[in-house]
């Protein structure tokens, strides 16, 4: 089963940044479509960024637009997530997330539509 390791996480003062790894030394991830997401204590988890397969499209929710990038690096197997001007309410567990055979410009925000899970990354942003 292919595995996803995040990394990047850490304490970081409010307006700073972040970048976010989303890796895999087994296999490619040339066929997955890439959804980071969060998920704070007492919350759902909610999508912040996905990319499809190719890197072709990408989508954001209102929240974290123009502060959040996601980017992918296949010949690395690794998808980042730059975060940039960080707020307290940006501080979850964030995690990656594949879904397989979701190629072409396919992306989504939705837990459901994706099959492997990272162990998820702990940020938090302090005042």
């Known amino acids: 089963q292919l595995q996803l390791v995040e990394s990047g996480g850490g304490l970081v003062q409010s307006g700073g940044s972040l970048r976010l790894s989303c890796a895999t030394s087994?296999?490619?991830?040339?066929?997955?479509?890439i959804g980071w997401f969060r998920q704070a204590p007492g919350k759902e988890r909610e999508g912040v960024s996905c990319?499809?397969?190719?890197?072709?499209?990408?989508n954001y929710p209102e929240s974290v637009k123009g502060q959040f990038t996601i980017s992918r690096d296949n010949a690395k197997n690794t998808v980042y997530l730059q975060m940039n001007s960080l707020k307290p309410e940006d501080t979850a567990i964030y995690y990656c997330?594949?879904?397989?055979?979701?190629?072409?410009?396919?992306?989504?925000?939705?837990?459901?539509?994706?099959?492997?899970w990272g162990q998820g990354t702990q940020v938090t942003v302090s005042s």
């Open positions: 997330a594949a879904s397989l055979g979701r190629t072409g410009r396919w992306c989504s925000g939705y837990v459901r539509d994706f099959d492997y």
């Open positions: 990319i499809s397969s190719g890197g072709g499209s990408t």
């Open positions: 087994r296999f490619t991830l040339d066929y997955y479509a």
